[in-house]
């Protein structure tokens, strides 16, 4: 019965993995957005 | 204490804050970068969780899902369900069973290896607990975002799920409308034949490998297009989809529907006369008609009526007797099944039937032939040695010789028997057909008009026979009435014309138009 499922979970299995690249990217990304307006602000401050 | 131990005090104060002051600075960094490594890999342990609970790689840790049945029990059919009616959720349990606790123990584990690292409180030391505290901060932080994470993670997985089962679903339902329609817009709806003699909606299906009863095969949680028996052999689920093709049987009673059930529009056609009228002489006529025809293909829907047919039919060359249909009780009357298939398009599949004389007799023996009310063409079969004006033309030498084949029961004693009998069954006889044969031509030849239907009604009516009130009483009661001549003796290997008008008759009637006959004659 399990070799039946087989096609299924391995289709589950990707969308979820694309889901959690995406997701890992999607926080990377803010990550990123934070630390360059972090370094910004610094910048401005020590030009100022 | 002197000037130098002030001074190195100082220092080493000045050297505590300047780390402490470093260590603030670096603590929210710190904390941050252990935070998202730690979502990494707490995101990498719930894949992983994921594909153990899937059995996607090495380790198989999938849920043990029940076994399907062997046979059919308990409204189950030995089949195993579709992914998403079942096996999906037990899945979706078991994914975030794996994907929470592998996370869950690499933090404790941590958490734990953290705290023997750098608080040993035995030796006290504040930048090592400064740091083990940043590491712990991130660690936590870690934790909050990777349940977030997590939690985000699974609900994706919930919602591609429901929206597969949710399309899944209006699929089924799309389908099963898809079929309905196709059904009544072929007109096609499917009649058990063997006992029961009802309409049936859904027949059971046998899986074409193993024989396994599936009792209900329409899209649902055992499958959308196809569904797999127990045996591990694709079924189709619809007719559409080509489930005609397999084995079909009455959920009712459980007999054979025949071969190709559903596959064409179907007709019941009873043969109603009394006991020694040549009802089964010409319903073997008929078939062998059906056979002969250009333009028609006629193959039998299952072996027992080809082999009644096969064993009686030359007895209508050889002039012997055909068996005598006898009423055996409590046992059912069994159609004679054929799949005609018009060489112009046109399929149907005719359930002939050929129930004994003694039938017609009483309510309570008709009551049983619950195919009357399936039936919108009822051939009444007329015996004219019944008929005085017939009868008394011979010499009592031929009299003698006839008497064996003479019907006991007057012709329109025959027809308000049938009459009465059909409407206390339901049947509205305005809405059905009536075909009259008068049979045994070959016996009274040159005594019965005939040609066509006019000059048979006009001989009935003729003060000679003096039939007009049971012509006027068919006319009046049934919506549409046809009378022939017929006889069932082959003669020079050829069926007679009066059989093969009036099969030509009632093909065209059921929908199965140009099957050998000139239209001027229907």
Same mark, same amino acid.
């Given at each position: 019965? +399990?070799?039946?499922?087989?096609?299924w979970?391995v289709?589950?299995? !990707?969308?979820?993995?694309?889901a959690?690249?995406l997701?890992?990217i999607?926080?990377?990304a803010a990550?990123l957005?934070?630390l360059w307006?972090a370094v910004?602000?610094?910048?401005?401050?020590?030009?100022? | 204490?002197?000037?130098s131990?002030?001074l190195?005090?100082?220092?080493?104060a000045i050297?505590?804050?300047l *780390?402490?002051l470093?260590?603030? !600075?670096a603590?929210?960094?710190v904390a941050?970068?252990?935070?998202?490594?730690?979502?990494?890999y707490?995101?990498?342990?719930?894949l992983?969780?994921v594909?153990?609970a899937l059995?996607?790689g090495?380790?198989?840790?999938t849920?043990?899902?029940?076994?399907p049945?062997t046979r059919?029990?308990?409204g189950?059919?030995p089949a &195993?369900p579709?992914?998403l009616?079942?096996?999906?959720?037990?899945d979706l349990?078991?994914t975030?069973?794996?994907g929470?606790?592998r996370?869950?123990?690499?933090?404790?584990s941590l958490?734990?290896?953290i705290?023997?690292?750098?608080f040993?409180?035995?030796e006290p030391?504040p930048?090592?607990?400064?740091?083990?505290?940043?590491?712990?901060l991130?660690l936590?932080l870690? *934790?909050?975002? +990777?349940v977030?994470?997590v939690?985000?993670l699974?609900?994706w997985?919930?919602?591609?799920w429901s929206?597969?089962?949710?399309?899944?679903?209006?699929?089924?339902q799309?389908?099963r409308?898809?079929?309905?329609l196709n059904l009544?817009?072929?007109?096609i709806?499917m009649?058990c034949?063997s006992t029961?003699?009802?309409?049936v909606?859904?027949?059971?299906?046998?899986?074409?490998?193993?024989?396994?009863?599936?009792?209900?095969?329409r899209?649902?949680?055992y499958?959308v297009?196809?569904?797999?028996?127990?045996c591990?052999?694709r079924? &189709?689920? @619809?007719?559409l989809?080509?489930?005609?093709?397999?084995?079909a049987f009455c959920?009712?009673?459980?007999d054979?529907m025949?071969?190709?059930a559903?596959?064409a529009p179907?007709?019941?056609l009873?043969?109603l006369?009394a006991?020694?009228?040549?009802k089964?002489?010409?319903?073997l006529?008929?078939v062998?008609? !059906?056979?002969e025809?250009?333009?028609?293909?006629?193959?039998?829907?299952?072996?027992?009526?080809?082999s009644?047919y096969?064993k009686?039919?030359p007895?209508?060359s050889h002039?012997?007797d055909?068996?005598?249909?006898v009423?055996?009780?409590?046992?059912p009357?069994?159609?004679y099944?054929l799949?005609?298939?018009?060489?112009?398009?046109?399929?149907?599949l005719?359930?002939l039937f050929? &129930?004994?004389?003694?039938?017609?007799?009483t309510?309570?023996?008709?009551?049983?032939q619950?195919?009357?009310?399936?039936?919108?063409?009822?051939?009444l079969v007329?015996?004219? @040695?019944?008929i005085?004006a017939?009868w008394w033309?011979?010499?009592?030498?031929r009299?003698?010789e006839?008497a064996?084949?003479?019907?006991g029961?007057?012709?329109?004693?025959v027809?308000a028997?049938?009459?009465?009998?059909?409407?206390?069954?339901?049947?509205?006889?305005k809405? *059905?057909?009536?075909?009259?044969?008068?049979?045994k031509h070959?016996?009274?030849?040159? @005594?019965v008009?005939g040609?066509n239907?006019?000059a048979?009604?006009a001989w009935?009516?003729s003060?000679?026979?003096?039939?007009d009130n049971?012509v006027r009483?068919?006319c009046?009661?049934?919506?549409?009435v046809?009378?022939?001549r017929?006889s069932?003796?082959?003669?020079?290997g050829?069926?007679?014309?009066g059989?093969?008008?009036l099969?030509?008759w009632?093909?065209?009637r059921?929908?199965?138009?140009?099957?050998?006959l000139?239209?001027?004659?229907l």
């Amino acid at each position: 019965v +399990s070799d039946l499922y087989r096609r299924w979970r391995v289709t589950v299995f !990707l969308v979820t993995l694309a889901a959690a690249v995406l997701f890992c990217i999607a926080l990377t990304a803010a990550v990123l957005r934070v630390l360059w307006s972090a370094v910004v602000s610094s910048l401005s401050l020590l030009g100022a | 204490m002197d000037g130098s131990d002030g001074l190195g005090c100082m220092l080493v104060a000045i050297g505590y804050l300047l *780390a402490g002051l470093l260590l603030c !600075l670096a603590a929210v960094p710190v904390a941050v970068i252990v935070a998202l490594v730690f979502t990494g890999y707490a995101i990498y342990l719930y894949l992983r969780g994921v594909a153990a609970a899937l059995g996607v790689g090495p380790d198989d840790r999938t849920v043990k899902l029940p076994e399907p049945p062997t046979r059919h029990e308990d409204g189950r059919d030995p089949a &195993p369900p579709h992914y998403l009616y079942g096996p999906a959720l037990a899945d979706l349990a078991q994914t975030i069973r794996e994907g929470r606790d592998r996370p869950y123990r690499a933090l404790l584990s941590l958490l734990t290896k953290i705290k023997d690292r750098f608080f040993d409180w035995s030796e006290p030391n504040p930048l090592a607990w400064a740091f083990g505290g940043c590491l712990w901060l991130g660690l936590v932080l870690g *934790a909050l975002l +990777s349940v977030l994470t997590v939690a985000l993670l699974a609900l994706w997985q919930l919602l591609f799920w429901s929206m597969l089962a949710g399309a899944a679903y209006g699929l089924i339902q799309a389908l099963r409308g898809l079929d309905a329609l196709n059904l009544w817009v072929r007109g096609i709806w499917m009649f058990c034949s063997s006992t029961c003699h009802r309409k049936v909606l859904f027949p059971i299906y046998a899986c074409p490998y193993c024989q396994r009863k599936h009792h209900d095969v329409r899209p649902g949680r055992y499958g959308v297009f196809t569904r797999v028996c127990v045996c591990g052999t694709r079924m &189709p689920t @619809l007719l559409l989809f080509g489930s005609s093709q397999l084995k079909a049987f009455c959920p009712r009673c459980g007999d054979s529907m025949g071969d190709r059930a559903g596959n064409a529009p179907e007709f019941v056609l009873p043969m109603l006369g009394a006991s020694t009228s040549g009802k089964t002489r010409m319903m073997l006529a008929i078939v062998r008609s !059906l056979q002969e025809r250009d333009g028609l293909t006629a193959e039998f829907a299952d072996e027992v009526s080809r082999s009644i047919y096969e064993k009686y039919a030359p007895a209508l060359s050889h002039g012997t007797d055909t068996w005598k249909t006898v009423p055996i009780r409590d046992t059912p009357l069994r159609a004679y099944r054929l799949h005609l298939t018009a060489h112009h398009g046109g399929r149907r599949l005719m359930h002939l039937f050929d &129930p004994p004389g003694e039938i017609i007799e009483t309510f309570e023996n008709m009551q049983a032939q619950g195919y009357l009310t399936a039936a919108r063409t009822f051939v009444l079969v007329l015996d004219p @040695l019944t008929i005085d004006a017939v009868w008394w033309s011979f010499d009592d030498a031929r009299r003698e010789e006839l008497a064996r084949y003479r019907s006991g029961m007057s012709a329109d004693h025959v027809f308000a028997q049938v009459l009465q009998n059909i409407e206390a069954l339901g049947v509205q006889p305005k809405k *059905a057909r009536l075909v009259v044969a008068l049979t045994k031509h070959d016996l009274v030849r040159g @005594l019965v008009a005939g040609g066509n239907s006019d000059a048979v009604t006009a001989w009935l009516e003729s003060p000679k026979i003096g039939l007009d009130n049971m012509v006027r009483s068919m006319c009046h009661a049934f919506g549409e009435v046809r009378f022939f001549r017929t006889s069932a003796w082959i003669e020079d290997g050829m069926v007679d014309t009066g059989i093969v008008s009036l099969t030509s008759w009632i093909l065209d009637r059921e929908g199965l138009k140009r099957t050998g006959l000139p239209e001027e004659d229907l």
